[in-house]
Antibody, heavy 120, light 111 residues
Framework: EVQLVESGGGLVQPGGSLRLSCAAS????????MHWVRQAPGKGLVWVSR????????SYADSVKGRFTISRDNAKNTLYLQMNSLRAEDTAVYYC?????????????WGQGTLVTVSS | QSALTQPASVSGSPGQSITISCTGT?????????VSWYQQHPGKAPKLMIY???KRPSGVSNRFSGSKSGNTASLTISGLQAEDEADYYC???????????FGGGTKLTVL
């Protein structure tokens, strides 16, 4: 069974940093592209970032470019999102998601999410 | 990176059919046959319902179907059931730098 379990969310002050983790199990993690997608309270899904299967290629939404860094450790089956210079508008549930079972553009499994709150 | 356009809400009675539209541009929906649809119940993670425009993952009811014409994709749910009440999001590939873009979401109410 595919499982994606996010951790690392919490309350952080504006300008602060946080690192999210996503532990993957039930599939060959190193064979899949991975994404982070966020959802502000009461709002829709917004794509944040993606990384290819070996970590050599990444891309970011304009709203987080230069502040967030996606990475992965295939030996530990873990995806990361380093978030710096956090703003109030970054407040959201952050989902870790898998892509590549059908195409690298199709997200097929999602974690349950971890809540990040940016507030003073 | 503008979001794809979906109606904010749709509704239907049990047994009826509804269609949710998803309008993008020639840079995303119109250029690739890589539109996905997700169902999200309150407090839950999204679930993949349709991929590559019209394909259903294993385990998804055949009451769900997808199509595309030009820059607009559509999700049709036939034989509406109470458990179909949820938020639905479309998503399209938008090129290697942007990668994917989501629609704003549509709340489906089963009357």
């Amino acid at each position: 069974e595919v499982q994606l379990v996010e951790s690392g969310g919490g309350l952080v002050q504006p300008g602060g940093s946080l690192r999210l983790s996503c532990a993957a199990s039930g599939f060959t993690f190193s064979s899949y592209w991975m994404h982070w997608v966020r959802q502000a309270p009461g709002k829709g899904l917004v794509w944040v970032s993606r990384i290819n299967s070996d970590g050599s290629s990444t891309s970011y939404a304009d709203s987080v470019k230069g502040r967030f860094t996606i990475s992965r450790d295939n030996a530990k089956n873990t995806l990361y999102l380093q978030m710096n210079s956090l703003r109030a508008e970054d407040t959201a549930v952050y989902y870790c998601a898998r892509a590549g079972a059908f195409s690298v553009a199709t997200i097929d499994y999602w974690g349950q999410g971890t809540l990040v709150t940016v507030s003073s | 990176q503008s979001a794809l356009t979906q109606p904010a809400s749709v509704s239907g009675s049990p047994g009826q059919s509804i269609t949710i539209s998803c309008t993008g541009t020639s840079s995303d929906v119109g250029s690739y046959n890589l539109v996905s649809w997700y169902q999200q119940h309150p407090g839950k993670a999204p679930k993949l319902m349709i991929y590559e425009g019209s394909k259903r993952p294993s385990g998804v009811s055949n009451r769900f179907s997808g199509s595309k014409s030009g820059n607009t994709a559509s999700l049709t749910i036939s034989g509406l059931q109470a458990e179909d009440e949820a938020d639905y999001y479309c998503c399209s590939y938008a090129g290697s730098s942007i990668h994917v873009v989501f629609g704003g979401g549509t709340k489906l109410t089963v009357l």
